[in-house]
């Protein structure tokens, strides 16, 4: 069994940084392609940020040039950092990785991270 382990969230100023991690953990054989998802309060849910495996990246047009996606394959962990901030920013964060496991192949979620963005 795989499991998705996120961090990071929390309340930050306008203008502000913060940095999130997903960290995959299990009998992972492979990570695919890694992403952050962000749902604001009645919103859908929306792609932010995706990266392949070898390392590719594309951005939402909001957060182009604002947040950058990054990943530690040694460590199986995706990171999301955050940077010049808007109060539009402020949803729940999820990640999704596509995972190999002993049991093929699946798609997973993280249980979801805060951002706040407010002063």
């Known amino acids: 069994q795989v499991q998705l382990v996120e961090s990071g969230g929390g309340l930050v100023q306008p203008g502000g940084s913060l940095r999130l991690a997903c960290a995959a953990s299990?009998?992972?054989?492979?990570?695919?392609?890694m992403a952050w998802y962000r749902q604001a309060p009645g919103k859908e849910r929306e792609a932010v940020a995706r990266?392949?495996?070898?390392?590719?990246?594309n951005y939402a047009d909001s957060v182009e040039g604002r947040f950058a996606i990054s990943r530690d394959n040694a460590k199986n962990t995706l990171y999301l950092q955050l940077t010049n901030v808007e109060p539009e920013d402020t949803a729940v964060y999820y990640c999704?990785?596509?995972?190999?496991?002993?049991?093929?192949?699946?798609?997973?979620w993280g249980q979801g991270t805060q951002v706040t963005v407010s002063s």
């Open positions: 999704n990785v596509e995972i190999l496991s002993v049991l093929g192949g699946e798609s997973l």
């Open positions: 299990g009998l992972i054989v492979g990570i695919r392609a």
């Open positions: 990266i392949t495996s070898g390392g590719k990246t």
